[in-house]
């Protein structure tokens, strides 16, 4: 079992910065690819970035290519999102999730662990 908790968001101006992390517990950080996915108002939940078991490979949403960057610390067992130059349309509550396996997928069914999300609101 993988116990994730993210923290981090809260209310930012449009053009700002965050950064929201997810920190890992209960089993072997190095073991899991990380990904972070989003869930605005009334829509479905959404891949954002994913990231390898060792940190050297990751993958983006086309939405987020050039302002969002995904990373570990291995270290803290922890993965972060930042995020800049930010939206209004990027609010949304953001989770963490875990799978086993080498495949960087963005499929949110494909991830075994959930965080419980922290919510990101950015004001125009």
């Known amino acids: 079992q993988v116990q994730l908790v993210e923290s981090g968001g809260g209310l930012v101006q449009a053009g700002g910065s965050l950064r929201v992390s997810c920190a890992a517990s209960g089993r072997t950080f190095s073991n899991y690819v990380m990904g972070w996915f989003r869930q605005a108002p009334g829509k479905e939940r959404d891949f954002v970035a994913v990231?390898?078991?060792?940190?050297?490979?990751?993958k983006y949403a086309d939405s987020v290519k050039g302002r969002f960057t995904i990373s570990r610390d291995g270290a803290k067992n922890t993965v972060y999102l930042q995020m800049n130059s930010l939206k209004p349309e990027v609010t949304a509550v953001y989770y963490c999730?875990?799978?086993?396996?080498?495949?960087?997928?963005?499929?949110?069914?494909?991830?075994?662990?959930w965080g419980q999300g922290t919510q990101v609101t950015v004001s125009s």
């Open positions: 999730a875990a799978r086993s396996g080498t495949l960087l997928n963005i499929r949110e069914r494909d991830y075994d662990y």
């Open positions: 990231i390898s078991r060792s940190g050297g490979s990751t």
